[in-house]
T-cell receptor, first 115, second 110 residues
């Protein structure tokens, strides 16, 4: 399977704990995006990378959230001191650096439940 | 990115053609129109993209009138497996973050 993969698929954690998610993009894609989706809503942008550089962060990304993409390959999203409001599906997507296509390839997501 | 408006939900019987219309009155000259499909517990999937007139692929057709202030996604002969949420997005570059609305929840009934 050469699509975007995410790990884990599900995570249940207690409030106050730290969690880390991993995303492996399609290998030739240099852009990598993180989105968050809550029930009944469309995905909301969190942050994105071009290669290893983090180019933009949403205001949704509080200081408890940090993302990295070392060496421009896989990426990790860490949430520190989780809160119940962090419960959501965290989606990763990747794309090639082409100017006129809006096609981003999404992974299956990591569903986070904070108890 | 241009704001879009689409119906919250639609129902259809199997075998029918489904048309989902999206309004984007403030679309800019350089903006493309793109539709994504999302099944439960999966990430969104690109369906189709267009700039003007008509675009067709193996999954759907996209109709865009001359003023480009709206667009219609057409799904021919839907099946139960087409039950999903469909998102209309408008923007210029594939290299910027996507802005999703709430989408249209399509339910296909046998």
């Amino acid at each position: 399977d050469t699509g975007v993969s995410q790990d884990p698929r599900h995570k249940i954690t207690k409030r106050g704990q730290n969690v880390t998610f991993r995303c492996d993009p399609i290998s030739e894609h240099n852009r990598l995006y993180w989105y968050r989706q809550t029930l009944g809503q469309g995905p909301e942008f969190l942050t994105y990378f071009q290669n290893e550089a983090q180019l933009e962060k949403s205001r949704l990304l509080s200081d408890r959230f940090s993302a990295e993409r070392p060496k421009g390959s896989f990426s990790t999203l860490e949430i520190q001191r989780t809160e119940q409001g962090d419960s959501a599906m965290y989606l990763c997507a990747s794309s090639h650096n082409s100017g006129f296509s809006y096609e981003q390839y999404f992974g299956p997501g990591t569903r986070l439940t904070v108890t | 990115l241009a704001k879009t408006t689409q119906p919250i939900s639609m129902d259809s019987y199997e075998g029918q053609e489904v048309n989902i219309t999206c309004s984007h009155n403030n679309i800019a000259t350089n903006d493309y129109i793109t539709w994504y499909q999302q099944f439960p517990s999966q990430g969104p999937r690109f369906i189709i993209q267009g700039y003007k007139t008509k675009v067709t692929n193996e999954v759907a057709s996209l109709f865009i009138p001359a003023d480009r202030k709206s667009s219609t996604l057409s799904l021919p002969r839907v099946s139960l497996s087409d039950t999903a949420v469909y998102y209309c997005l408008v923007g210029y570059s594939g290299n910027t973050p996507l802005v999703f609305g709430k989408g249209t929840r399509l339910s296909v009934i046998a």
